[in-house]
């Protein structure tokens, strides 16, 4: 019998065990269904400051997961981390939190006492940053947080500082700073060797992992929770070869995600009545809210080729290297609504060598989708449809950053940095002929070299081979055919959320109450991202482990320390 049984090993999982073993008399269990990774097992592409290639190993991600984007999208593969470490251990190490209104929101959409002056403690708990100090910061957390230094961003990624400091969005220091539109150095989460520090390192480090009331089991499958009546005692798991096993408990805390966290809650008889009926299940209660309310930042990109004086010299240095921020001024939208990712280059092979991007998103998104059981077997994963662009805010939010981005790349102080412009996704295509293997190499080989060579002819080139017949001009001079291509294109960003959201007893849609804690039944939490009410503006893993901080607080019984050290800055002026 544990006290503490966490289903879910990803970046709230680690962070739960970490903080609940830290009391010595309470018994935890960790069950993750991917492989362990630690600070002596990471393989080189997860280890990688370039985080390219870790989540195109299909023993990273759940290999049948699969969802839908909008309408007028095909259902395509989505990819979410499977193993211990979850979306810190393959993501592209991005360290933001967002704006203080958007804590503010989550207060206000019925998430008690979540707001920004009770969030910011736990986020100077959880990080050290490398170069900030002060009221906003914190100096001895397990995420080591910095920016990259000014001689390694790439002569592309200055340059379009550049140009957008011509048009009035000035450089400023720090991402995680005051709330404010504008350029930034981006913060990124590596260890002092710059290597990637996933929370199962540097929270489950080789001293949390020694504990001996802490056990960790990787590769096991969670088919249901056990209950009691109404009160959550455990779980069934599936081990690796095929067997079952009952784990008991006095607390369960569900960690799988914002896509498998309502998938478990509704296999073990916790969602909407009617449709668990007609799968089978068992309705244990009744709460209409698990698996809606699910969210996404919708994604586009603009790109361009660029010439060899504008390619990064230091291949293996983090991509992401800055970010735009900036307010979309539509009515009904928020300041910062928009964030635009400056790419020194567009892949881990050859041809994304070749390109520099800027990869946009709806910071504040507002369409809404939908995660429902496919059956009631734990090895069928669930039906996502995102929903994308149902709002019609997102929409044209993202044609604006389409001219937004042409506008960037177009300007005279871009051309000896950059050369063809074209529009750009994450696209199924895109994403098969990045996968590593020897077809693809040759292909991918072929390309880049007809690139660097084809001089006048490489705007129809990447016409004919890339884009297929779609071109930046026709967009811009279309707008039905802009609102064809973003439809028909439209990405994601890798951060679902909301799917069991935090809120009031008498709201109908919420699933647990602002502890966590899932309404209807006792002993249960859920912890990860499906928590927040509403999507912030940033990547989402960092605010996911800020909840986790908070959430093992509030398990535990205890506060933060909220002590304010001197400030410093760091002038990222060239």
């Given at each position: 019998m544990f006290d503490y049984l966490i289903l879910g090993g990803g970046s709230a999982g680690c962070v739960l065990a970490a903080r609940l073993s830290e009391d010595a008399h309470a018994s935890v269990c960790l069950v993750e269904a991917g492989r362990d990774i630690s600070a002596h097992t990471m393989p080189d592409a997860i280890r990688s400051r370039y985080p390219g290639r870790a989540y195109l190993d299909t023993r990273n991600i759940w290999q049948t997961l699969k969802a839908r984007m909008s309408r007028s999208a095909t259902t395509r593969r989505y990819e979410q981390a499977r193993?211990?470490?979850?979306?810190?251990?393959?993501?592209?190490?991005?360290?933001?939190?967002?704006?203080?209104?958007?804590?503010?929101?989550?207060?206000a959409l019925g998430a008690s006492g979540w707001n920004w002056r009770t969030c910011l403690p736990y986020f100077r708990a959880l990080e050290t940053d490398c170069d900030f100090s002060g009221a906003l910061h914190g100096s001895d957390g397990p995420v080591r947080i910095q920016r990259t230094p000014w001689p390694r961003i790439s002569p592309f990624v200055r340059a379009v500082l550049g140009s957008l400091a011509e048009s009035g969005h000035a450089l400023h220091d720090d991402q995680n700073g005051p709330w404010q539109d504008g350029a930034f150095i981006g913060s990124i989460a590596v260890s002092a060797k710059g290597e990637r520090i996933p929370t199962s390192v540097c929270y489950l480090d080789d001293a949390a992992r020694a504990r001996s009331n802490l056990t960790i089991r990787t590769g096991e499958v969670v088919e249901r929770i056990l209950f009691d009546g109404k009160r959550a005692t455990g779980a069934?798991?599936?081990?690796?070869?095929?067997?079952?096993?009952?784990?008991?408990?006095?607390?369960?805390?569900?960690?799988?995600?914002?896509?498998?966290?309502?998938?478990?809650?509704?296999?073990?008889?916790?969602?909407?009545?009617?449709?668990?009926?007609?799968?089978?299940?068992?309705?244990?209660?009744d709460r209409p809210g698990v698996g809606r309310n699910l969210m996404e930042h919708p994604s586009i990109a603009v790109s361009a080729y660029l010439p060899r004086a504008a390619r990064t010299p230091f291949a293996d240095e983090h991509h992401e290297q800055a970010i735009v921020r900036f307010s979309s001024g539509l009515p009904n939208t928020v300041q910062g609504d928009m964030h635009g990712a400056i790419l020194s280059r567009s892949g881990w092979h050859s041809v994304g060598y070749r390109l520099g991007?800027?990869?946009?998103?709806?910071?504040?998104?507002?369409?809404?989708?939908?995660?429902?059981?496919?059956?009631?077997?734990?090895?069928d994963e669930p039906d996502v449809d995102f929903a994308m662009l149902s709002d019609s805010r997102d929409l044209e939010r993202l044609k604006l950053a389409l001219r937004f981005g042409a506008s960037v790349l177009s300007s005279p102080s871009m051309n000896a940095h950059r050369d063809a412009i074209f529009p750009s996704s994450y696209s199924p295509r895109v994403a098969a002929v990045a996968v590593p293997g020897t077809w693809n190499a040759v292909q991918r080989g072929a390309l880049s070299a007809l690139l660097d060579i084809a001089g006048p002819l490489r705007s129809p080139l990447i016409e004919h081979v890339v884009t297929q017949g779609v071109t930046i001009d026709e967009l811009l001079e279309d707008d039905h055919a802009m609102t064809a291509f973003v439809k028909r294109?439209?990405?994601?960003?890798?951060?679902?959320?909301?799917?069991?959201?935090?809120?009031?007893?008498?709201?109908?849609?919420?699933?647990?109450?602002?502890?966590?804690?899932?309404?209807g039944v006792e002993g249960l939490h859920v912890c990860d991202a499906s928590l927040m009410p509403s999507i912030p503006c940033a990547n989402t893993n960092v605010p996911t482990i800020m909840i986790a901080e908070r959430v093992a607080d509030v398990l535990r019984g205890t506060a933060h320390d909220r002590r304010e050290p001197a400030t410093h800055t760091l002038n990222y002026a060239p």
């Open positions: 193993l211990l470490g979850g979306g810190s251990a393959i993501n592209a190490l991005m360290a933001n939190r967002g704006a203080p209104a958007d804590y503010d929101e989550w207060e069934r798991i599936v081990r690796a070869d095929g067997t079952r096993e009952d784990l008991k408990a006095h607390r369960v805390i569900v960690s799988a995600g914002a896509i498998h966290s309502p998938a478990l809650l509704m296999r073990s008889g916790i969602g909407p009545a009617d449709e668990l009926a007609s799968l089978g299940i068992d309705v244990l209660a991007t800027i990869f946009f998103w709806v910071n504040k998104s507002y369409s809404r989708g939908r995660v429902t059981l496919a059956s009631a077997s734990a090895f294109s439209v990405g994601g960003t890798w951060h679902p959320s909301g799917t069991c959201r935090m809120g009031a007893s008498d709201d109908p849609l919420a699933v647990t109450d602002a502890r966590g804690a899932v309404y």
